[in-house]
Every structure is written in C-alpha cells, then in structure tokens.
C-alpha cells in the first residue's frame, strides 16, 4: 500500500525538497509511515492520526 501513495506522488511529480512536511493522518497512517519515512524525509504523523480526519470534518461542519 506503501509503495502505490509513493508511486503516485512521484506520478504527480510531487518535489518533496520543495515541502516542510507531511503530515499522514488517517487509520492507515501508522502503517506506511516507517516505509515512506525512508524516501520521504519529511513525512510526519500525526499525534492524533486514527482521528484527525474526523475531528476536522466536525470543526468544519461547525462543532466544537
């Protein structure tokens, strides 16, 4: 699953030296976050990773 979100950022022609980080967010973001550290040095997850999605959904929506 890695290597497909690296394959397509390189696809995208994404230039990560241009970029002070990202941040992986998400279920999933503890999982690819070892592997794409490797060739990714800015990538970072979240403190809140499982809920981010979430929590920023409801603020948006107007929560608290």
Do not use: M
Not at 40 to 64: D, M, R, S, T
């Amino acid at each position: 699953f890695a290597e497909k979100i690296e394959t397509e950022l390189r696809r995208l022609a994404w230039n990560y030296n241009e970029l002070d980080r990202i941040i992986l967010v998400g279920g999933g973001a503890a999982y690819v976050e070892k592997y794409l550290k490797q060739s990714i040095p800015c990538v970072e997850l979240h403190q809140n990773f499982a809920f981010a999605n979430a929590c920023g959904f409801y603020a948006k929506a107007g929560g608290q």
